[in-house]
């Protein structure tokens, strides 16, 4: 690319040398020189439209990775919201049912969480984020069961402790961790 414009700058160059050559004793333009003149005006101009198609498409790739990122933001407060509210669902409602019911939920009181858990998350997601999430063609009750689903297969693993720092999840084997010379852990 930068030998194209080095190359288009020295035509320029060598056509206004030319340009300053075809000039009378008297100082008005020879038809050449008129020609040479708009030959680099037609030039100029083409590259001035080139530069413009250039930035143009430089900026929409600025753009789109922009809105990407804003996407994966939107779905990481999405997921957060999710998994503290299916905390406090499995506090207000989930323990007590199960007392109750013999250690298991019934199929209505299964769909009364989802329907719960739905209506909360959407309360608590501010619309800024819900539009975005939209408009990024996601359907968001699909995303919010989803990460409702993993969450609970990640509370329920049973050989596994879980960790959440900053909507990070660790999980910590039962198995000991014995570590190597160069701080890397290595299981027997």
């Known amino acids: 690319m930068k030998k194209f414009f080095v190359l288009i700058l020295a035509l320029l160059m060598a056509l206004s040398l030319c340009a300053c050559a075809t000039v009378n004793e008297d100082g008005t333009p020879t038809p050449a020189g008129v020609a040479v003149e708009q030959g680099i005006t037609v030039l100029a101009r083409a590259l001035e439209a080139v530069l413009a198609v250039a930035a143009t498409w430089v900026l929409s790739k600025i753009g789109k990775k922009k809105e990407l990122q804003n996407t994966n933001i939107a779905l990481e407060i999405l997921f957060d919201i999710t998994r503290q509210t299916v905390g406090e669902l499995q506090q207000l409602f989930v323990k007590g049912w199960k007392e109750a019911g013999g250690g298991k939920l019934s199929e209505e009181q299964i769909e009364m969480l989802r329907q719960e858990l739905f209506v909360l998350v959407k309360k608590k997601l501010d619309q800024p984020t819900q ?49 190597t010379g160069q701080g890397v852990e290595d299981t027997e």
């Open 131 to 179: 539009d975005l999430l939209t408009a990024a063609g996601a359907d968001i009750n699909a995303l919010i069961s989803g990460a409702a689903e993993d969450w609970i297969n990640t509370i329920k693993a049973p050989s596994d402790l879980v960790f959440v720092h900053d909507g990070y999840t660790e999980h910590v084997s039962d198995e000991p961790t014995y570590m």
